[in-house]
């Protein structure tokens, strides 16, 4: 129809290079985590808006495997951390050894120097290690014996953890769950994309990870950063996110409300929602679609109402109409 | 060739109308209002038919049509009227069938023009139905404006339908609505019904309504008319101002509908020749009193006009309730003819005063069954002159000032207070404190009149046996005491002639008044009541004093005038407590009544409302039957008032577009129970609402003029997505109302 091919290009005449880049990324993503769009959906938009993601779910669902391609996919440079109680901070920001041969202490980069860190099971570690991970995750740097040492622009962490096995754990403190920009769930897949992934599993005896074919570079992915960055929110859309923070810090079962940093971090994953979607500007819809997985981790709230909550947030804040 | 025949039709409709108008032109110098509506229109729409590139269509020729053969019955009822008189009804017809002419040619026209001249049409109707109310006439209306509703409907329902009914139900229904409503108009515009053509009417020359020669209203004002035969060009309150002898216009109007209200400007436009003007002076302030009451309706010749407030000066001013009566003399003694004063008492009156009050109350004041509420008025002397202090009958206290003595008042008999100066000075202002007499209570009341004989007639005064005759059965019904007293006074009310200035000089006047049947006035009947009563042996007298009336009341100074025709005589009755009872028995008088009780307030009320819905009951049936039609189809209304504005907004911006199609669409929707929670944004409501008819395209357009600062496609392209989204919720809504009206059976 004219008329709908009309409204398409209004669209997306602008940054239709990035729409399309965005959507080898999400079949990329998709081919590898199959029958979870709107997860991938999510995981993207965390990326486009420079958010850290914490995925939790139950062991098997493809946490490790949705983060490992997002990896591969990007581009850049990938670690893993597999976080145990034994783990030290400098396990993963690195630590300095004296050198024989030049009579000086070298700094040994940890696994954070990377463009995408795995850190799995990261309520295995202990609250220390944890917090090691605090300034890497924040200002993107980490300092080793007074020495800053600057992390890669596209510095981005994915770290999972287990919901259901709490023995042994330490949950995360709310400063570091405030630094990741959204928690999600990936959940089980359906019967058909769980019959369609054994199919696919035949014959498929042992995939190198050289076989990932990166869609990205970390600079391209700067680039739609810094594109996402500038998608416009109407004043009427800023107040109605104030409105809701403020909402969250009222609501008499929610212990810790959204802080000014989370309020900012909502506000770009809501950017980076609409940028996906092909709009350059951001809609009360894009900001409710992010409520849950960018307030479920950062609202100190028991985890089994969180979602009653939020919704309830929601339903207390009128609209912006025009 | 269709096109041409339209346009054929068209200029030969206007030719015809001309023509007609011009031969009443011709006949009498009556129709201008005609020639020049209709020219009116001929010339609207030629200007405006080249601008437009649509031709009238084949519809509009057989409107056009129609329009003919309703001037060519208008043409008829006037050639052929018996009496040869121009009837308002030819005109109306006429012009009426003029504007159908033309309103019906717009109907067919897309573009612009078609708005201007539908509110050209929309005022002249108004015009119409304000100035007229026969039914012949609204049934001519009544098509006019069915037409136009209807043509209106399908232009507003064309392309997005409306939400809810369909079919012709609806529509005959809003047809009803609009007929019903200016029927109702038109019944409530009896009393008015030429005001708004008002300034349709011509007028007699002399000036305009801005112009100093014009008269300010009728025998009023500095510039009077000179003489008996001054002549007016124009219609004027009596005929002999007229100077033609053939019947103006307003005439006509007035012969048909009554003399209609006008302003006091409106009254200035009657311009006199100025030959026949000559200013009189002084008299403005008269003119600028305020409240000063202009005659409306036709009257006949008066002669002179009586002026009440230069033939009597004002007595007194009243600021109180009203009626009131003020006693001035009281007249005890009775020769069987006359009535006659006792004679005043030079002695201090039997007052007594509180400590600090100025309230000087009358000590042997006895008390009565009959009071009832009580009243406070303030009485300004003007020019009565009088040593009397004018007060209530019943009254308690009365307060003279503070600089009042004791030694000021003196007993002036039969229950007067007077002073001891020579009279009143103008403008004493005293306050009087007096009960009302609520008769009801009389039937029950220990305090009744006593007859000394019995209620028998009596030797002294003697009463003329033709009167006693006349009597017989009226006071031998009733047993001595109220029923008797109530029994006599209805009879002299009842069969008494009232004339105010009346005179009955005969040596007998209780005879002549009652058996010869002459004319009395309220001395007369009070008179002739208290010496029937006086030969019954009941002790009355005779009181004369002022009566402050109601229609007297000034409403700018919210005072009441009492002036020399004023001037009353009732009379009293003495109880057996030795209290006084007023008695009023003169026709058009009545004493003043309490105020009733707050349930007898409301049942009175209640009366009222009853009685005045019987009274009309057509127009109160068609009000139930517009608001029971409106109450019906209050969605449907309301969804064509949306959906005019929606087209209107709609040619003006592409913009905003958008955003006010999805407010429309939201009301609409909010109407027929499907509101949007207010937590719920209008995209993913919409796609509820549209499910499973695809609106990706509108929301998306929603969003960029609402959110992204405009829409960058062609203003058309817009129009075409928010008029298809209109449409598709009309759909959509009706199928969510048919859903739940299946849910709910």
Redesign the interface.
């Known amino acids: 129809m004219t ?2 091919l ?2 398409q290009t ?2 997306t005449a602008d940054h239709r290079p990035a729409i399309e880049v965005v959507g080898r990324l999400r079949r990329s993503l998709n081919a590898e985590l199959i029958g979870k769009e709107d997860v991938v959906d999510r995981v993207i938009a965390s990326v486009l808006a420079r958010g850290h993601l914490l995925l939790e779910d139950l062991p098997g669902l493809g946490k490790t495997t949705l983060a490992k391609a997002l990896a591969h996919a990007i581009g850049g440079e990938f670690k893993r951390v597999q976080c145990t109680p034994d783990l030290l901070p400098g396990d993963i920001t690195g630590f300095s050894v004296f050198n024989q041969k030049t009579r000086e202490f070298e700094f040994i980069p940890g696994p954070v120097f990377s463009d995408v860190l795995l850190v799995d099971e990261i309520n295995r570690a202990t609250p220390r290690t944890q917090s090691a991970l605090l300034e890497a995750m924040a200002e993107r740097q980490v300092t080793v014996d007074n020495q800053h040492h600057r992390l890669p622009e596209s510095f981005f962490v994915i770290a999972t953890q287990n919901p259901v096995d709490h023995h042994g754990t330490h949950p995360l403190p709310e400063a570091q769950l405030d630094r990741f920009a959204m928690k999600l769930s990936i959940g089980y897949p359906d019967a058909t994309h769980e019959a369609a992934m054994l199919e696919a599993a035949i014959g498929d005896c042992c995939r190198a990870p050289s076989q990932f074919t990166p869609v990205l570079t970390p600079h391209l992915l700067h680039t739609l950063q810094q594109d996402v960055a500038a998608v ?1 929110v ?1 004043p ?2 800023r107040d109605y996110l104030v409105k809701l923070a403020r909402a969250t810090r009222s609501h008499p079962k929610v212990v810790l409300g959204v802080s000014p940093r989370g309020l900012l971090v909502w506000q770009r994953v809501a950017q980076a929602w609409a940028f996906l979607a092909g ?7 894009d900001v ?1 679609e992010t409520a849950r997985p960018v307030l479920s981790v950062r609202l100190g709230v028991n985890p089994r109402e969180s979602e009653t909550i939020i919704d309830d947030i ?6 912006p ?2 | 060739m269709r096109d041409e025949r339209g346009l054929r039709s068209w200029a030969l409709s206007i030719m015809v109308t001309c023509a007609a108008s011009g031969i009443e032109l011709a006949r009498d110098q009556t129709y201008l209002k005609v020639l020049s509506t209709s020219a009116l229109f001929a010339i609207a729409a030629i200007i405006f038919f080249p601008l437009t590139n649509k031709r009238p269509a084949r519809w509009s020729r057989n409107f056009t049509i129609a329009g003919m053969v309703a001037a060519g019955i208008g043409l008829w009822l006037h050639l052929y009227e018996p009496s040869g008189r121009i009837s308002t009804i030819d005109v109306l017809l006429l012009g009426a069938a003029g504007k159908l002419m033309f309103v019906m040619l717009s109907f067919s026209w897309v573009g612009r023009i078609e708005w201007l001249l539908a509110a050209l049409t929309a005022f002249t109707i108004t015009v119409s139905t304000s100035s007229v109310e026969n039914w012949d006439v609204l049934i001519i209306i009544a098509v006019y404006l069915s037409a136009s509703v209807t043509w209106t409907i399908s232009r507003l329902q064309r392309d997005v339908g409306f939400v809810g009914l369909g079919g012709w139900l609806w529509r005959a229904s809003a047809v009803l609505v609009v007929v019903a409503g200016s029927m109702l108009g038109l019944a409530g515009a009896s009393t008015n019904q030429l005001d708004t053509s008002w300034g349709f009417m011509r007028t007699s020359g002399g000036g305009d309504e801005a112009s100093d020669s014009a008269r300010r209203g009728v025998g009023q004002g500095r510039d009077e008319v000179a003489g008996a035969d001054a002549a007016s060009a124009g219609y004027d309150q009596t005929d002999r101002f007229t100077e033609s002898a053939k019947d103006a216009l307003y005439d006509l109007w007035v012969e048909s509908y009554g003399e209609p209200s006008k302003s006091e400007d409106q009254q200035r436009m009657i311009g006199l020749k100025q030959s026949e003007v000559r200013i009189v002076q002084g008299s403005d302030r008269q003119d600028l009193r305020s409240g000063r009451k202009f005659e409306m309706r036709r009257q006949p010749p008066r002669g002179n006009p009586s002026d009440k407030e230069t033939k009597h000066p004002a007595l007194l001013f009243v600021d109180g309730r009203a009626p009131l009566y003020l006693r001035l003399r009281t007249l005890e003694i009775f020769d069987g003819q006359a009535w006659h004063e006792s004679g005043s008492v030079d002695i201090p009156a039997s007052l007594t005063v509180l400590k600090n009050d100025t309230w000087w109350s009358l000590i042997d004041h006895p008390d009565c069954d009959a009071f009832s509420d009580r009243n406070v008025h303030q009485i300004k002397l003007a020019s009565l002159d009088t040593a009397v202090i004018p007060m209530p009958p019943a009254t308690r206290r009365f307060n003279f000032g503070r600089n009042a003595k004791l030694e000021f008042f003196r007993e002036q008999g039969g229950g007067l207070v007077g002073t001891r100066r020579q009279s009143l000075p103008a403008g004493s202002v005293w306050q009087t404190d007096s009960h009302t007499f609520d008769l009801n209570r009389l039937d029950q009341s220990r305090q009744v009149p006593v007859s000394s004989s019995a209620g028998r007639w009596v030797a002294e005064p003697s009463i003329s046996l033709g009167v006693r005759m006349l009597l017989e059965s009226t006071v031998n019904d009733h047993s001595a005491g109220w029923r008797q007293v109530t029994a006599v006074a209805n009879y002299v009310r009842a069969n008494g002639q009232f004339q105010h200035d009346a005179s009955i000089d005969t040596p007998d006047p209780i005879h002549t008044f009652l058996v010869d049947r002459s004319a009395g006035s309220s001395a007369h009947f009070a008179g002739a009541t208290a010496g029937i009563l006086r030969s019954l042996g009941y002790r009355v007298r005779l009181i004369s004093g002022l009566y402050a009336d109601e229609k007297d009341r000034d409403p700018g100074t919210d005072q009441i005038r009492v002036s020399a025709d004023d001037l009353h005589f009732w009379l009293e009755v003495r109880l057996n407590s030795g209290a006084w009872m007023p008695i009023e028995v003169t026709p058009g008088h009545e004493l003043p009544r309490p105020r009733p009780s707050l349930m007898a307030a409301i049942g009175d009320s209640l009366l009222t409302i009853i009685r005045t819905i019987w009274q009309h009951k057509i127009i109160m049936g068609l009000m139930l039957a517009s608001a029971s039609v409106f109450y019906f189809n209050r969605f449907i209304l309301a969804d064509m008032v949306d959906l005019a504005m929606w087209r209107l907004r709609s040619r003006r911006s592409a913009d905003q577009l958008p ?1 006010s199609t ?2 429309l669409i939201e009301r609409r929707a909010a109407r027929r129970g499907n509101a949007r ?8 409501w919409i796609r509820q609402l549209f499910n499973p008819l695809p609106i ?2 509108f929301a ?2 929603y ?7 405009g ?4 203003a058309d ?1 817009v129009r ?2 928010c008029r ?1 989204a209109i449409s598709k919720s009309t759909a959509a809504i009706a199928a969510s109302l048919a859903s739940i009206r299946k849910d709910t059976e």
């Open positions: 008329v709908s009309a409204v209004l669209a416009a109407h009427s859309i709009r350059k500007f951001v809609t009360p819809d409710q929601l339903r207390s804040i009128s609209v109409v025009a | 955003c999805m407010r929670p207010p937590h719920e944004t209008r995209a993913s990706a395209d998306r357009l969003d960029s003029a609402a959110y992204g600062g829409v960058q496609l062609h392209v075409v997505i298809s």
